[in-house]
Protein backbone atom coordinates (compact mmCIF):
# COMPACT_ATOMS: atom_id res chain seq x y z
CA UNK A 1 0.00 0.00 0.00
CA UNK A 2 1.28 3.46 -1.02
CA UNK A 3 -0.34 6.12 1.04
CA UNK A 4 0.05 10.05 0.08
CA UNK A 5 -1.11 12.37 3.35
CA UNK A 6 -1.00 15.93 2.94
CA UNK A 7 1.86 15.82 0.64
CA UNK A 8 2.88 19.30 -1.10
CA UNK A 9 5.55 19.85 -3.56
CA UNK A 10 6.55 23.51 -4.31
CA UNK A 11 9.84 23.42 -6.72
CA UNK A 12 12.78 26.09 -6.22
CA UNK A 13 11.31 29.15 -8.03
CA UNK A 14 7.77 28.79 -6.41
CA UNK A 15 6.22 25.93 -8.91
CA UNK A 16 3.93 24.52 -6.53
CA UNK A 17 3.29 21.05 -8.58
CA UNK A 18 1.82 19.17 -6.04
CA UNK A 19 -0.63 20.65 -3.20
CA UNK A 20 -1.98 19.15 -0.47
CA UNK A 21 -2.50 15.23 -1.82
CA UNK A 22 -4.32 12.79 -0.17
CA UNK A 23 -4.16 9.43 -2.00
CA UNK A 24 -4.12 5.84 -1.14
CA UNK A 25 -3.09 3.15 -3.55
CA UNK A 26 -4.28 -0.20 -2.46
CA UNK A 27 -2.00 -3.41 -2.45
CA UNK A 28 -2.13 -5.29 -6.01
CA UNK A 29 -4.03 -2.55 -7.73
CA UNK A 30 -3.23 -0.34 -10.63
CA UNK A 31 -3.75 3.39 -9.89
CA UNK A 32 -3.63 5.64 -12.48
CA UNK A 33 -2.73 9.33 -12.24
CA UNK A 34 -3.96 11.07 -14.94
CA UNK A 35 -4.33 14.40 -15.87
CA UNK A 36 -3.18 17.39 -18.29
CA UNK A 37 0.72 17.34 -19.14
CA UNK A 38 2.43 19.67 -16.30
CA UNK A 39 -0.22 19.03 -14.01
CA UNK A 40 2.35 16.76 -11.32
CA UNK A 41 1.82 13.48 -12.24
CA UNK A 42 5.36 12.64 -12.80
CA UNK A 43 6.13 14.85 -9.69
CA UNK A 44 3.56 12.82 -7.56
CA UNK A 45 5.27 9.28 -9.02
CA UNK A 46 9.12 10.10 -7.75
CA UNK A 47 8.02 11.27 -4.63
CA UNK A 48 7.06 7.48 -3.72
CA UNK A 49 10.58 6.65 -4.88
CA UNK A 50 12.45 9.96 -3.36
CA UNK A 51 13.84 11.14 -6.76
CA UNK A 52 11.89 14.04 -5.66
CA UNK A 53 11.65 14.68 -1.74
CA UNK A 54 8.00 16.24 -1.02
CA UNK A 55 8.37 19.67 0.51
CA UNK A 56 5.55 18.60 3.12
CA UNK A 57 2.96 15.94 4.03
CA UNK A 58 3.80 12.29 3.78
CA UNK A 59 4.73 9.30 1.65
CA UNK A 60 4.44 6.38 2.78
CA UNK A 61 5.15 2.77 1.17
CA UNK A 62 3.79 0.19 3.65
CA UNK A 63 2.91 2.17 6.66
CA UNK A 64 6.65 3.18 6.13
CA UNK A 65 7.56 6.82 5.59
CA UNK A 66 10.17 6.81 2.46
CA UNK A 67 12.38 9.77 4.14
CA UNK A 68 13.54 6.68 6.62
CA UNK A 69 14.99 4.78 4.17
CA UNK A 70 18.29 5.44 2.46
CA UNK A 71 17.10 6.38 -1.74
CA UNK A 72 19.32 3.65 -2.94
CA UNK A 73 18.23 0.98 -0.75
CA UNK A 74 14.14 2.33 -1.26
CA UNK A 75 14.47 2.29 -5.10
CA UNK A 76 15.38 -1.32 -5.44
CA UNK A 77 12.50 -2.28 -3.68
CA UNK A 78 10.65 -0.45 -6.33
CA UNK A 79 10.08 -0.85 -10.04
CA UNK A 80 10.33 2.03 -11.83
CA UNK A 81 10.02 2.69 -16.09
CA UNK A 82 11.36 6.36 -16.31
CA UNK A 83 9.30 8.43 -18.85
CA UNK A 84 11.88 7.65 -21.72
CA UNK A 85 12.32 4.35 -20.98
CA UNK A 86 16.45 5.47 -20.13
CA UNK A 87 18.08 1.79 -21.00
CA UNK A 88 21.63 1.42 -20.59
CA UNK A 89 23.14 2.18 -24.31
CA UNK A 90 26.65 0.52 -23.58
CA UNK A 91 24.99 -2.92 -21.77
CA UNK A 92 23.50 -5.73 -23.73
CA UNK A 93 19.81 -6.35 -22.93
CA UNK A 94 20.67 -9.03 -20.55
CA UNK A 95 22.82 -6.97 -18.95
CA UNK A 96 20.30 -3.81 -18.53
CA UNK A 97 17.45 -6.19 -17.39
CA UNK A 98 20.17 -7.30 -14.69
CA UNK A 99 20.88 -4.30 -13.27
CA UNK A 100 19.17 -4.74 -9.55
CA UNK A 101 19.55 -8.39 -9.24
CA UNK A 102 23.45 -7.25 -9.51
CA UNK A 103 23.44 -4.22 -6.98
CA UNK A 104 21.38 -6.76 -5.01
CA UNK A 105 24.27 -9.24 -5.61
CA UNK A 106 22.73 -12.43 -6.82
CA UNK A 107 25.04 -15.27 -8.29
CA UNK A 108 25.59 -15.63 -11.81
CA UNK A 109 23.18 -18.65 -12.50
CA UNK A 110 20.43 -17.01 -10.73
CA UNK A 111 20.83 -14.11 -12.64
CA UNK A 112 20.65 -15.41 -15.93
CA UNK A 113 17.42 -17.77 -14.52
CA UNK A 114 15.84 -14.67 -13.75
CA UNK A 115 16.97 -12.45 -17.05
CA UNK A 116 15.92 -15.91 -19.44
CA UNK A 117 12.12 -15.64 -16.97
CA UNK A 118 11.79 -12.13 -17.97
CA UNK A 119 12.73 -12.23 -21.23
CA UNK A 120 10.40 -14.49 -22.41
CA UNK A 121 7.85 -13.00 -19.67
CA UNK A 122 7.60 -9.90 -21.53
CA UNK A 123 7.11 -11.79 -24.82
CA UNK A 124 10.95 -10.21 -26.49
CA UNK A 125 12.46 -13.22 -28.64
CA UNK A 126 15.61 -14.84 -27.19
CA UNK A 127 17.60 -13.51 -29.71
CA UNK A 128 17.70 -10.21 -27.90
CA UNK A 129 19.50 -11.24 -25.06
CA UNK A 130 22.86 -10.66 -26.46
CA UNK A 131 22.09 -7.28 -28.47
CA UNK A 132 21.99 -3.83 -27.54
CA UNK A 133 19.43 -1.63 -27.08
CA UNK A 134 19.65 0.88 -30.18
CA UNK A 135 19.61 -2.19 -32.02
CA UNK A 136 15.46 -2.74 -30.61
CA UNK A 137 12.79 -1.47 -31.88
CA UNK A 138 10.78 1.25 -30.16
CA UNK A 139 8.14 -1.27 -28.68
CA UNK A 140 10.86 -4.12 -27.90
CA UNK A 141 12.88 -1.41 -25.86
CA UNK A 142 9.53 -0.44 -23.91
CA UNK A 143 9.51 -4.28 -23.01
CA UNK A 144 12.69 -4.05 -22.01
CA UNK A 145 12.46 -1.37 -19.73
CA UNK A 146 9.77 -3.13 -18.13
CA UNK A 147 11.28 -6.50 -17.72
CA UNK A 148 14.49 -4.43 -16.08
CA UNK A 149 11.90 -3.11 -13.34
CA UNK A 150 10.73 -6.19 -12.93
CA UNK A 151 13.98 -8.31 -12.53
CA UNK A 152 14.02 -8.30 -9.09
CA UNK A 153 10.52 -8.94 -8.16
CA UNK A 154 9.64 -5.70 -6.42
CA UNK A 155 6.42 -6.32 -4.91
CA UNK A 156 5.71 -2.14 -6.06
CA UNK A 157 6.35 -0.45 -9.66
CA UNK A 158 6.16 3.26 -11.03
CA UNK A 159 5.56 3.56 -14.33
CA UNK A 160 5.66 6.98 -15.90
CA UNK A 161 4.36 7.21 -19.46
CA UNK A 162 5.68 3.58 -20.12
CA UNK A 163 4.11 2.73 -23.74
CA UNK A 164 3.85 6.75 -25.19
CA UNK A 165 6.74 6.35 -27.19
CA UNK A 166 5.06 3.57 -29.35
CA UNK A 167 2.92 3.82 -32.36
CA UNK A 168 -1.23 2.80 -31.23
CA UNK A 169 -0.90 -0.74 -32.67
CA UNK A 170 2.19 -1.37 -30.76
CA UNK A 171 0.83 0.29 -27.50
CA UNK A 172 -2.84 -1.76 -27.51
CA UNK A 173 -0.43 -4.69 -27.64
CA UNK A 174 1.96 -3.67 -25.05
CA UNK A 175 -1.83 -2.62 -23.07
CA UNK A 176 -3.07 -6.11 -23.45
CA UNK A 177 0.32 -7.93 -22.72
CA UNK A 178 0.80 -5.88 -19.05
CA UNK A 179 -2.88 -6.52 -17.87
CA UNK A 180 -2.25 -10.20 -18.66
CA UNK A 181 0.93 -10.06 -16.62
CA UNK A 182 -0.40 -7.83 -14.11
CA UNK A 183 -3.48 -10.49 -13.58
CA UNK A 184 -0.79 -13.03 -12.49
CA UNK A 185 2.07 -10.93 -10.66
CA UNK A 186 -0.71 -8.48 -8.63
CA UNK A 187 1.76 -5.65 -7.94
CA UNK A 188 0.79 -2.43 -6.63
CA UNK A 189 1.27 0.02 -9.27
CA UNK A 190 1.38 3.38 -10.12
CA UNK A 191 1.08 4.21 -13.64
CA UNK A 192 1.19 7.56 -15.36
CA UNK A 193 -0.67 8.76 -18.43
CA UNK A 194 -2.09 11.53 -20.68
CA UNK A 195 -3.95 9.16 -22.23
CA UNK A 196 -7.77 8.87 -20.52
CA UNK A 197 -8.46 5.75 -22.41
CA UNK A 198 -5.27 3.93 -21.71
CA UNK A 199 -6.60 5.51 -17.67
CA UNK A 200 -10.30 4.00 -18.60
CA UNK A 201 -7.95 0.50 -19.50
CA UNK A 202 -5.22 -0.20 -17.75
CA UNK A 203 -6.33 1.28 -13.98
CA UNK A 204 -8.22 -0.67 -11.24
CA UNK A 205 -8.11 2.99 -10.01
CA UNK A 206 -8.19 6.62 -11.87
CA UNK A 207 -6.82 9.34 -10.28
CA UNK A 208 -7.84 12.39 -12.11
CA UNK A 209 -5.64 15.94 -11.85
CA UNK A 210 -5.80 19.01 -12.49
CA UNK A 211 -2.87 21.48 -12.94
CA UNK A 212 -1.11 21.90 -9.89
CA UNK A 213 -1.34 18.56 -8.43
CA UNK A 214 -5.00 19.05 -7.43
CA UNK A 215 -7.00 15.60 -6.93
CA UNK A 216 -10.15 16.22 -8.84
CA UNK A 217 -11.71 12.68 -8.86
CA UNK A 218 -10.59 9.35 -7.81
CA UNK A 219 -12.21 6.48 -8.27
CA UNK A 220 -12.71 3.17 -10.24
CA UNK A 221 -12.99 3.79 -14.24
CA UNK A 222 -16.74 2.98 -13.88
CA UNK A 223 -17.80 5.46 -11.53
CA UNK A 224 -15.82 7.66 -12.98
CA UNK A 225 -17.86 7.44 -16.00
CA UNK A 226 -21.04 6.73 -14.95
CA UNK A 227 -20.64 9.87 -12.15
CA UNK A 228 -17.86 12.60 -12.46
CA UNK A 229 -17.53 14.31 -9.97
CA UNK A 230 -17.44 18.01 -11.48
CA UNK A 231 -17.05 19.83 -15.34
CA UNK A 232 -13.11 19.51 -15.11
CA UNK A 233 -13.69 15.93 -14.73
CA UNK A 234 -16.41 15.14 -16.91
CA UNK A 235 -14.25 17.67 -19.39
CA UNK A 236 -11.13 15.47 -19.41
CA UNK A 237 -13.72 12.13 -20.05
CA UNK A 238 -14.34 13.49 -23.73
CA UNK A 239 -17.88 13.29 -25.30
CA UNK A 240 -17.85 9.53 -25.77
CA UNK A 241 -18.09 9.26 -21.72
CA UNK A 242 -21.50 6.97 -22.16
CA UNK A 243 -19.84 4.97 -24.60
CA UNK A 244 -16.43 4.65 -22.89
CA UNK A 245 -18.54 3.40 -19.86
CA UNK A 246 -20.33 0.55 -22.11
CA UNK A 247 -16.83 -0.47 -22.69
CA UNK A 248 -16.17 -1.27 -19.29
CA UNK A 249 -19.02 -3.55 -19.27
CA UNK A 250 -19.18 -7.23 -20.31
CA UNK A 251 -22.32 -8.69 -22.29
CA UNK A 252 -23.06 -11.35 -19.81
CA UNK A 253 -24.45 -8.36 -17.81
CA UNK A 254 -27.08 -8.22 -20.17
CA UNK A 255 -29.99 -11.00 -20.40
CA UNK A 256 -30.09 -12.57 -23.51
CA UNK A 257 -33.48 -12.94 -24.78
CA UNK A 258 -33.87 -17.31 -25.56
CA UNK A 259 -35.27 -16.38 -29.09
CA UNK A 260 -36.90 -18.77 -31.54
CA UNK A 261 -35.24 -21.84 -31.30
CA UNK A 262 -35.12 -25.32 -33.22
CA UNK A 263 -33.63 -28.24 -32.86
CA UNK A 264 -31.99 -29.18 -36.66
CA UNK A 265 -34.42 -31.92 -36.82
CA UNK A 266 -36.99 -29.82 -36.55
CA UNK A 267 -40.29 -29.66 -39.05
CA UNK A 268 -41.85 -27.47 -40.98
CA UNK A 269 -44.57 -26.75 -38.96
CA UNK A 270 -42.81 -26.87 -35.52
CA UNK A 271 -40.25 -24.19 -36.77
CA UNK A 272 -43.85 -22.06 -37.64
CA UNK A 273 -44.99 -22.06 -34.31
CA UNK A 274 -41.53 -21.25 -32.81
CA UNK A 275 -41.34 -18.67 -34.95
CA UNK A 276 -45.12 -17.33 -34.22
CA UNK A 277 -44.71 -17.41 -30.46
CA UNK A 278 -41.26 -14.91 -30.73
CA UNK A 279 -43.34 -12.87 -33.76
CA UNK A 280 -40.40 -13.72 -35.80
CA UNK A 281 -40.14 -15.25 -39.50
CA UNK A 282 -37.20 -16.60 -38.97
CA UNK A 283 -35.75 -19.45 -36.01
CA UNK A 284 -32.49 -20.32 -34.77
CA UNK A 285 -30.73 -24.21 -34.92
CA UNK A 286 -29.13 -25.28 -32.13
CA UNK A 287 -28.09 -28.58 -31.84
CA UNK A 288 -27.87 -30.85 -28.99
CA UNK A 289 -24.58 -30.25 -27.77
CA UNK A 290 -26.11 -26.26 -27.63
CA UNK A 291 -23.99 -24.95 -30.63
CA UNK A 292 -25.67 -22.41 -32.71
CA UNK A 293 -25.48 -23.83 -36.41
CA UNK A 294 -27.22 -21.09 -37.99
CA UNK A 295 -30.80 -19.62 -39.30
CA UNK A 296 -33.06 -20.22 -41.63
CA UNK A 297 -35.97 -17.74 -42.83
CA UNK A 298 -39.67 -19.22 -43.27
CA UNK A 299 -40.03 -18.40 -46.38
CA UNK A 300 -36.82 -20.04 -47.76
CA UNK A 301 -38.17 -23.20 -46.22
CA UNK A 302 -40.19 -23.45 -49.23
CA UNK A 303 -42.72 -25.92 -46.64
CA UNK A 304 -40.16 -29.04 -46.39
CA UNK A 305 -38.65 -29.97 -43.27
CA UNK A 306 -36.36 -30.86 -41.10
CA UNK A 307 -35.32 -27.44 -41.00
CA UNK A 308 -31.70 -29.06 -41.30
CA UNK A 309 -32.16 -29.88 -44.85
CA UNK A 310 -32.62 -26.80 -46.18
CA UNK A 311 -29.09 -24.45 -46.57
CA UNK A 312 -28.92 -22.40 -42.82
CA UNK A 313 -27.76 -19.47 -43.21
CA UNK A 314 -24.63 -18.20 -41.49
CA UNK A 315 -24.72 -15.24 -38.57
CA UNK A 316 -24.09 -12.14 -40.03
CA UNK A 317 -22.51 -10.96 -36.29
CA UNK A 318 -22.19 -12.15 -33.23
CA UNK A 319 -20.90 -11.08 -29.94
CA UNK A 320 -19.08 -13.40 -26.99
CA UNK A 321 -20.12 -13.00 -23.28
CA UNK A 322 -16.72 -11.30 -22.58
CA UNK A 323 -17.28 -8.78 -25.36
CA UNK A 324 -18.09 -5.25 -24.17
CA UNK A 325 -21.61 -3.50 -24.27
CA UNK A 326 -19.81 -0.81 -26.81
CA UNK A 327 -18.80 -4.10 -28.78
CA UNK A 328 -22.25 -5.52 -28.75
CA UNK A 329 -23.65 -1.47 -29.87
CA UNK A 330 -21.49 -1.42 -32.54
CA UNK A 331 -22.71 -5.05 -33.75
CA UNK A 332 -26.68 -4.48 -33.48
CA UNK A 333 -26.03 -0.26 -35.05
CA UNK A 334 -24.23 -2.50 -38.15
CA UNK A 335 -26.91 -5.46 -37.95
CA UNK A 336 -29.43 -5.17 -41.06
CA UNK A 337 -31.81 -7.15 -38.97
CA UNK A 338 -30.77 -5.49 -35.26
CA UNK A 339 -30.31 -8.46 -33.81
CA UNK A 340 -27.00 -10.26 -32.31
CA UNK A 341 -26.15 -14.00 -31.59
CA UNK A 342 -24.92 -14.07 -28.46
CA UNK A 343 -22.40 -17.11 -28.05
CA UNK A 344 -20.25 -18.43 -24.72
CA UNK A 345 -17.34 -20.65 -24.87
CA UNK A 346 -17.18 -22.59 -27.85
CA UNK A 347 -19.54 -21.20 -29.90
CA UNK A 348 -22.75 -22.25 -27.46
CA UNK A 349 -25.80 -20.26 -28.29
CA UNK A 350 -26.71 -17.88 -25.22
CA UNK A 351 -28.95 -16.14 -26.68
CA UNK A 352 -30.10 -12.86 -28.75
CA UNK A 353 -29.31 -9.49 -28.09
CA UNK A 354 -31.29 -6.80 -29.00
CA UNK A 355 -31.29 -2.81 -28.84
CA UNK A 356 -34.67 -3.02 -26.83
CA UNK A 357 -32.59 -5.12 -24.16
CA UNK A 358 -29.17 -3.12 -24.79
CA UNK A 359 -31.43 0.17 -24.04
CA UNK A 360 -31.60 -0.52 -20.27
CA UNK A 361 -27.75 -0.37 -19.46
CA UNK A 362 -27.85 2.61 -22.11
CA UNK A 363 -29.90 4.77 -20.02
CA UNK B 1 64.96 14.98 -56.27
CA UNK B 2 68.68 15.49 -54.20
CA UNK B 3 66.41 16.06 -51.26
CA UNK B 4 65.18 12.70 -51.38
CA UNK B 5 68.10 10.82 -52.27
CA UNK B 6 69.95 13.53 -49.21
CA UNK B 7 67.89 11.91 -46.73
CA UNK B 8 68.09 8.29 -47.64
CA UNK B 9 71.15 9.19 -46.79
CA UNK B 10 70.46 10.47 -43.06
CA UNK B 11 68.15 7.92 -42.41
CA UNK B 12 70.55 4.84 -43.77
CA UNK B 13 73.55 6.28 -42.18
CA UNK B 14 74.43 3.11 -39.52
CA UNK B 15 75.58 6.46 -36.74
CA UNK B 16 72.42 7.78 -37.09
CA UNK B 17 70.84 4.49 -35.36
CA UNK B 18 73.42 3.95 -32.52
CA UNK B 19 74.56 6.45 -29.72
CA UNK B 20 73.03 9.46 -27.76
CA UNK B 21 71.89 11.44 -30.27
CA UNK B 22 70.90 8.93 -32.52
CA UNK B 23 67.10 7.97 -33.83
CA UNK B 24 65.82 5.64 -31.06
CA UNK B 25 67.21 7.65 -28.51
CA UNK B 26 65.46 10.38 -29.80
CA UNK B 27 62.34 8.66 -30.30
CA UNK B 28 62.22 7.59 -26.97
CA UNK B 29 63.02 10.94 -25.24
CA UNK B 30 60.31 11.98 -27.40
CA UNK B 31 57.84 9.11 -26.30
CA UNK B 32 58.59 10.08 -22.80
CA UNK B 33 57.61 13.52 -22.77
CA UNK B 34 54.52 12.62 -24.30
CA UNK B 35 53.93 10.16 -21.70
CA UNK B 36 54.81 12.39 -19.04
CA UNK B 37 53.14 15.16 -20.34
CA UNK B 38 49.71 13.46 -21.43
CA UNK B 39 49.82 10.88 -18.38
CA UNK B 40 49.55 13.89 -16.06
CA UNK B 41 47.14 15.43 -17.82
CA UNK B 42 44.78 12.61 -17.59
CA UNK B 43 45.51 11.98 -14.08
CA UNK B 44 44.43 15.59 -13.97
CA UNK B 45 42.54 16.34 -16.41
CA UNK B 46 39.71 13.04 -16.00
CA UNK B 47 38.66 14.02 -12.55
CA UNK B 48 37.92 17.25 -13.53
CA UNK B 49 36.00 16.67 -16.17
CA UNK B 50 34.03 13.68 -14.25
CA UNK B 51 33.38 15.47 -11.19
CA UNK B 52 31.93 18.34 -13.17
CA UNK B 53 30.42 16.30 -15.94
CA UNK B 54 28.25 14.46 -12.70
CA UNK B 55 27.59 16.91 -11.04
CA UNK B 56 26.83 19.51 -13.56
CA UNK B 57 28.24 22.27 -11.60
CA UNK B 58 31.26 23.95 -12.20
CA UNK B 59 31.35 22.99 -16.35
CA UNK B 60 32.04 25.91 -17.82
CA UNK B 61 34.63 27.33 -15.15
CA UNK B 62 36.53 24.30 -15.80
CA UNK B 63 35.98 24.44 -19.36
CA UNK B 64 37.18 28.21 -19.45
CA UNK B 65 40.32 28.12 -16.61
CA UNK B 66 41.74 24.94 -18.72
CA UNK B 67 41.45 26.39 -22.21
CA UNK B 68 43.95 29.16 -20.98
CA UNK B 69 46.10 25.86 -22.29
CA UNK B 70 45.33 26.32 -25.48
CA UNK B 71 45.76 29.68 -25.76
CA UNK B 72 49.39 29.23 -24.09
CA UNK B 73 52.18 30.85 -26.60
CA UNK B 74 54.18 27.17 -26.44
CA UNK B 75 56.99 28.68 -28.03
CA UNK B 76 57.44 32.29 -25.72
CA UNK B 77 56.52 29.89 -22.53
CA UNK B 78 59.23 27.39 -23.47
CA UNK B 79 61.62 30.45 -23.71
CA UNK B 80 60.96 32.05 -20.89
CA UNK B 81 61.15 29.15 -18.86
CA UNK B 82 64.28 28.45 -20.38
CA UNK B 83 65.49 31.57 -18.84
CA UNK B 84 63.96 31.25 -15.14
CA UNK B 85 65.13 27.13 -14.75
CA UNK B 86 67.72 26.77 -17.34
CA UNK B 87 67.49 23.51 -19.24
CA UNK B 88 65.36 21.56 -17.24
CA UNK B 89 62.50 19.14 -18.46
CA UNK B 90 60.12 19.81 -15.98
CA UNK B 91 58.97 22.69 -16.70
CA UNK B 92 58.75 21.92 -20.90
CA UNK B 93 56.67 18.74 -19.29
CA UNK B 94 54.00 21.18 -17.91
CA UNK B 95 53.67 23.40 -20.72
CA UNK B 96 52.80 20.12 -22.65
CA UNK B 97 50.01 19.24 -19.68
CA UNK B 98 48.78 22.43 -20.27
CA UNK B 99 48.79 22.24 -23.78
CA UNK B 100 47.08 18.45 -23.11
CA UNK B 101 44.52 19.41 -20.38
CA UNK B 102 42.01 21.03 -22.77
CA UNK B 103 40.98 19.04 -25.16
CA UNK B 104 40.94 15.97 -21.76
CA UNK B 105 38.90 18.05 -19.58
CA UNK B 106 36.54 19.45 -21.94
CA UNK B 107 35.54 15.88 -23.82
CA UNK B 108 35.46 14.43 -20.61
CA UNK B 109 32.67 16.72 -19.37
CA UNK B 110 30.85 17.11 -22.67
CA UNK B 111 30.84 13.16 -22.82
CA UNK B 112 29.33 12.91 -19.57
CA UNK B 113 27.37 15.49 -19.75
CA UNK B 114 25.83 14.26 -23.08
CA UNK B 115 24.51 10.87 -21.59
CA UNK B 116 20.71 11.23 -22.46
CA UNK B 117 19.36 12.11 -18.76
CA UNK B 118 16.86 9.51 -19.08
CA UNK B 119 19.74 6.85 -18.70
CA UNK B 120 20.99 8.45 -15.80
CA UNK B 121 17.94 9.37 -14.07
CA UNK B 122 16.76 5.56 -14.53
CA UNK B 123 19.96 4.13 -13.39
CA UNK B 124 19.26 6.19 -10.08
CA UNK B 125 15.42 5.74 -10.19
CA UNK B 126 17.08 2.02 -10.18
CA UNK B 127 18.84 2.70 -6.70
CA UNK B 128 22.61 2.59 -8.07
CA UNK B 129 24.73 5.65 -5.68
CA UNK B 130 26.24 8.79 -7.03
CA UNK B 131 29.53 6.52 -7.59
CA UNK B 132 27.54 3.56 -9.09
CA UNK B 133 26.07 5.61 -11.38
CA UNK B 134 29.22 7.56 -12.71
CA UNK B 135 31.17 4.54 -12.60
CA UNK B 136 28.57 2.24 -14.22
CA UNK B 137 26.77 4.80 -16.63
CA UNK B 138 28.50 7.64 -17.17
CA UNK B 139 32.29 6.80 -17.43
CA UNK B 140 31.44 3.67 -19.78
CA UNK B 141 28.74 5.98 -22.23
CA UNK B 142 31.36 8.63 -22.05
CA UNK B 143 34.36 6.44 -23.38
CA UNK B 144 34.12 7.18 -26.96
CA UNK B 145 34.54 11.30 -26.41
CA UNK B 146 37.03 10.97 -23.58
CA UNK B 147 39.25 8.26 -25.86
CA UNK B 148 39.02 10.92 -28.69
CA UNK B 149 40.40 13.78 -26.28
CA UNK B 150 43.15 11.80 -25.04
CA UNK B 151 44.01 11.05 -28.52
CA UNK B 152 43.85 14.89 -29.76
CA UNK B 153 46.12 15.74 -26.59
CA UNK B 154 48.28 13.38 -27.02
CA UNK B 155 48.85 14.08 -30.91
CA UNK B 156 49.20 17.66 -29.94
CA UNK B 157 51.62 16.86 -27.55
CA UNK B 158 54.06 15.02 -29.83
CA UNK B 159 54.23 17.90 -32.16
CA UNK B 160 54.74 20.79 -29.65
CA UNK B 161 57.54 17.97 -27.44
CA UNK B 162 60.03 19.14 -30.59
CA UNK B 163 60.26 22.84 -28.63
CA UNK B 164 62.07 21.12 -25.78
CA UNK B 165 64.91 20.95 -27.84
CA UNK B 166 64.99 24.50 -27.88
CA UNK B 167 66.11 24.86 -24.52
CA UNK B 168 68.82 22.39 -24.87
CA UNK B 169 66.34 19.33 -24.10
CA UNK B 170 66.03 16.06 -26.04
CA UNK B 171 63.46 14.50 -28.95
CA UNK B 172 63.04 14.50 -31.65
CA UNK B 173 63.16 18.42 -32.10
CA UNK B 174 66.80 17.83 -31.94
CA UNK B 175 67.31 17.32 -35.34
CA UNK B 176 65.18 20.06 -36.41
CA UNK B 177 66.51 23.15 -34.42
CA UNK B 178 70.35 21.62 -34.63
CA UNK B 179 69.90 20.86 -38.50
CA UNK B 180 68.43 24.85 -38.68
CA UNK B 181 71.31 26.37 -36.55
CA UNK B 182 73.80 24.14 -39.04
CA UNK B 183 72.12 24.52 -41.94
CA UNK B 184 71.55 20.79 -42.76
CA UNK B 185 68.28 20.23 -44.62
CA UNK B 186 68.16 16.88 -44.83
CA UNK B 187 68.32 16.71 -40.98
CA UNK B 188 65.78 19.23 -40.53
CA UNK B 189 63.44 17.27 -43.36
CA UNK B 190 64.35 13.83 -41.14
CA UNK B 191 63.27 15.15 -38.29
CA UNK B 192 59.99 16.77 -39.19
CA UNK B 193 58.89 12.92 -40.61
CA UNK B 194 60.24 11.73 -37.44
CA UNK B 195 57.55 13.64 -35.21
CA UNK B 196 54.84 12.87 -38.22
CA UNK B 197 55.60 9.69 -37.88
CA UNK B 198 55.23 9.52 -34.14
CA UNK B 199 51.76 11.67 -34.68
CA UNK B 200 50.38 8.88 -36.35
CA UNK B 201 51.95 6.00 -34.75
CA UNK B 202 50.03 7.65 -31.39
CA UNK B 203 47.01 8.29 -33.26
CA UNK B 204 47.14 4.24 -34.28
CA UNK B 205 48.19 3.14 -30.91
CA UNK B 206 45.26 5.13 -29.08
CA UNK B 207 43.01 3.73 -31.35
CA UNK B 208 44.11 0.41 -30.32
CA UNK B 209 43.36 1.33 -26.83
CA UNK B 210 40.30 2.95 -27.32
CA UNK B 211 38.97 -0.18 -28.95
CA UNK B 212 39.36 -1.75 -25.77
CA UNK B 213 38.33 0.80 -23.47
CA UNK B 214 34.94 1.48 -25.05
CA UNK B 215 32.14 -0.63 -24.68
CA UNK B 216 31.05 -2.96 -27.37
CA UNK B 217 27.41 -1.05 -27.79
CA UNK B 218 28.85 1.59 -28.58
CA UNK B 219 31.62 1.08 -30.71
CA UNK B 220 28.97 -0.46 -33.41
CA UNK B 221 26.92 2.88 -33.10
CA UNK B 222 30.20 5.01 -33.34
CA UNK B 223 31.10 3.20 -36.25
CA UNK B 224 27.42 3.20 -37.44
CA UNK B 225 27.02 6.71 -36.85
CA UNK B 226 30.38 7.33 -38.80
CA UNK B 227 29.10 5.54 -41.83
CA UNK B 228 25.91 7.74 -41.58
CA UNK B 229 27.70 10.35 -41.70
CA UNK B 230 29.87 9.64 -44.88
CA UNK B 231 26.47 9.07 -46.92
CA UNK B 232 24.94 12.43 -45.85
N1 LIG C 1 12.75 20.08 -11.30
C1 LIG C 1 11.77 21.00 -11.44
N2 LIG C 1 11.98 22.29 -11.14
C2 LIG C 1 11.00 23.21 -11.28
N3 LIG C 1 9.77 22.93 -11.73
C3 LIG C 1 9.49 21.67 -12.06
C4 LIG C 1 10.49 20.63 -11.95
N4 LIG C 1 9.92 19.45 -12.35
C5 LIG C 1 8.65 19.76 -12.69
N5 LIG C 1 8.39 21.08 -12.52
C6 LIG C 1 7.10 21.74 -12.76
O1 LIG C 1 6.13 21.10 -12.00
C7 LIG C 1 4.92 20.96 -12.72
C8 LIG C 1 4.52 19.51 -12.79
O2 LIG C 1 5.46 18.80 -13.58
P1 LIG C 1 5.34 17.25 -13.86
O3 LIG C 1 5.15 16.53 -12.58
O4 LIG C 1 6.51 16.86 -14.67
O5 LIG C 1 4.01 17.17 -14.74
P2 LIG C 1 3.40 15.99 -15.62
O6 LIG C 1 4.22 14.75 -15.39
O7 LIG C 1 1.99 15.86 -15.16
O8 LIG C 1 3.45 16.44 -17.04
C9 LIG C 1 5.17 21.61 -14.06
O9 LIG C 1 4.67 22.91 -14.01
C10 LIG C 1 6.65 21.59 -14.20
O10 LIG C 1 7.09 22.67 -14.98
MG1 LIG D 1 5.40 13.59 -16.83
Known sequence: MITFESVTKQFPGGTTAVDELHLQV????????????????????RMVNRMIEPSGGRVAVNGED???????????GIGYVIQGIGLFPHRTIAQNVATVPKLEGW???????RVDELIETVGLPDGVRDRYPHQLSGGQQQRVGVARALAADPPVMLMDEPFAAVDPIVRTRLQDEFLRLQSEVRKTIVFVTHDIDEAIKMGDRIAILSQGGHLQQYATPKELLAEPANDFVADFLGAERGLKRLALIPVSQVEAAPGPVVAPGAGIDEARRVAETHSSDWVVVVDDEGRARGWARLDELDGRGPVDGVRLRDFELTVHADDSLRTALNAL??????VAVRLGDGD?????LTRELLSEELR | MELVAQLLDWFTAPAQWTGSSGIPVRVLEHVLYTVAATGVAVVVGLPIGLAVGHTGRGGTVAVNTTNVG???PSFGIIVLFFFIFGIDPVPAVIMLVALALPPIVTNTYVGVRSVAPAVTDSAAGMGLTGWQVLREVEIPAAMPLIMAGIRTSAVQVVATATLAAYIGLGGL????????????????????ILVALLALATELALGRVQRLVVPRGLQARSRQAALDAKLT
Open chain 1, 26 to 45: PDGEVVVLVGPSGCGKTTIL
Open chain 1, 66 to 76: VMRTSPPRLRR
Open chain 1, 107 to 113: DDDRIKA
Open chain 1, 333 to 338: VISRHG
Open chain 1, 348 to 352: RYEGL
Open chain 2, 70 to 72: RAI
Open chain 2, 173 to 192: GRYIFDGLSQQVLNQVVGGA
